[in-house]
């Protein structure tokens, strides 16, 4: 069996250098036992008869590769807790089917070109994708896709297809784009909030009060707001508040968690579908008005390290911010702090929302090119390693979330299994990236000087109204 190499993004180098050099560790201090848990699934079954075999045929997954922006499967087996859940949960699904199966990676700005050509020629060479949604889109509209109500053996309702996100991205009865549990990538780029434990103490409060609040429905926006504002100083006095200061928030990479994050977490969207499916822009409606706004307080209001460096925790390592919001791929940057931390769900609008809601941010789509040569063929596979994926990954990603912890903490556990099961993700970065998505959303609105929302909207609506109507006549066409 011949795997790519693992690429894991920030995830795989941070893991390689924990299992190499636990003696960063205090040395009184111990790292949580590695106790992979399955997911339960005593009464549950993959959705591929036990008669289905694709004796000696070789599956090949197409992916993205853009500065080791896409995972992919694993070589072999060394020890390390994920590194082995993923590669069983390939070879599971390969000796489940009798069949090998492969991952080519091309450039993530090539792929287009390349499931076009395919779709052109009928060429039949990969049964599968990952792709990012901001191009995805595209290659729905040039025809290389085909909708995965096609592919046999997948039930988008079944808990492996992430349901609530499958039926989001569905439109018009079709579903081109979702996510299986297979793929890393959207547990990597899932958002959480991250507490620093002992500023929590130092200022009164317990991180057991914050567990308590998730547990009752008061975690909430006010309430994290709240203990911002508590801890924010100007530490060292000189009337400026710069990075060696202390701040209630900082972000491993803003432009997610000040914009994007906020408003999905809310329960709001840019873009929903009306009661016959047919998508539509929502961004004009209150409750995304009003999420936005809170995006725009939160980033205004003094309590955020403002200009951070993306993709650093450095702040909130050495001890100088009490949240830190980010990617579950962030904690990875927590190797070296010295304080404990807690894992949070990103908070709710208000005690009125009913769950708490966690985006993951640019997840690679699953994709079934229109010219996979076989979709039940595809569709086994697929479904094999979703099932798969949710039985075992999940779980060791979660063990591996708290590698850098302190001391043992049951609470994040539990946090982190409520994080990765009620996950949404953005349907307007997916299909009208270009005026929803969460770059142009946080550069030209929140991070403005003035609330400049309702303007925004104003000149954007008729170009991606525009651009909606083509995905509307695409779908409609195609039915």
Known sequence: MKHSKIILIALAAALLFAACGEAAKPADTAAPETTVEETTTAELTSGVPDDVKFEGESFNLLSADYKEYHWSFVEELNGDVLNDAIFNMVADAENRLGCEIKETQKDII????ILSQAAASGD????????????????????SLRPLEDAAYIDLTSE????????????????????????????????AVIFNSKMLEDFGHQKDELYSDVDSGRWTYDKMRGLMTEVTDDIDGDGKMTATDRYGLSCFYQTCSLGTTTVLSCGANMMGKDEDGFPILVWDREDTASAVQLAFDIYHSGDVLLNQEGYTAHNFVGGNSLFLSTFFMGITSLSEMQD???VLPCPKRDEAQEKYLNPTIDPAWVLLPIS????????AVLEEL????YKSVIGAYRDVT???KKTRDDNSIRMIDLIFANRVADVGSTYLYSWCGY???????????????????EKQSKPANAELEKIIAFLAESE
Not at 110 to 113: L, N
Not at 127 to 143: Q, V
Not at 372 to 379: A, L, M, Q, V
Not at 439 to 457: L, Q
Request: glycine fraction near 10%.
């Open 124 to 143: 039949n060479t990969f049964d599968a994708c990952n792709y990012s949604g901001r191009f995805a889109t595209y290659c729905m509209l040039d025809g």
């Open 372 to 379: 996979c040569r076989d979709p039940e063929f595809s569709g």
């Open 110 to 113: 090539g792929m287009q070109k």
């Open 340 to 342: 404990d931390y807690g």
């Open 439 to 457: 770059d142009h959303i946080f550069g030209n609105v929140v991070s403005k000087k003035n609330f400049g929302w309702a303007s925004y909207i």
């Open 160 to 191: 492996w297809w992430n349901p609530d996100i499958s039926e989001d991205m569905s439109m018009m009865g079709k579903t081109y784009f979702t996510l299986g549990s297979y793929n890393i990538l959207s547990l990597n780029y899932t958002m």
């Open 386 to 389: 979703s099932f798969n994926g």
């Open 402 to 404: 708290l590698k850098y």
